[in-house]
């Protein structure tokens, strides 16, 4: 069974910089895009960023181009959102998940994780 175990989320001020990390088990993710999608109150979860495992091959939502990176450390089966610039909009429950696929999608996603939340203050 896979589980992805989120970690890194907080409180920070506009233009700081936070660290996600998303810790996976439970299967072999060589074929596997995975990724993060994130939700804020009263809004539709959305698509953030995603990794394909073995490719490297990364997408990012165009509202994050730019200011997050997601990178793999293959050693530990964990991957990173490295966050940069955030913005009061950024706020919301921020998921790890795991699909099928190059991109990581609604459609695609097999596995979610618990969420950690961000908080960005202006």
């Known amino acids: 069974q896979v589980q992805l175990v989120e970690s890194g989320g907080g409180l920070v001020q506009a233009g700081g910089s936070l660290r996600l990390s998303c810790a996976a088990s439970?299967?072999?993710?060589?074929?596997?895009?995975v990724g993060w999608f994130r939700q804020a109150p009263g809004k539709e979860r959305e698509f953030v960023a995603s990794?394909?495992?073995?490719?490297?091959?990364?997408y990012y939502a165009d509202s994050v181009k730019g200011r997050f990176t997601i990178f793999r450390d293959n050693a530990k089966n964990t991957i990173h959102l490295q966050m940069n610039s955030l913005k009061p909009e950024d706020t919301a429950l921020y998921y790890c998940a795991v699909g099928s696929g190059v991109r990581l999608t609604r459609s695609s996603v097999n596995s979610w994780g618990q969420g950690t939340q961000v908080t960005v203050s202006s």
């Open positions: 990794i394909h495992w073995s490719l490297a091959v990364t």
């Open positions: 439970g299967r072999t993710f060589s074929n596997y895009a």
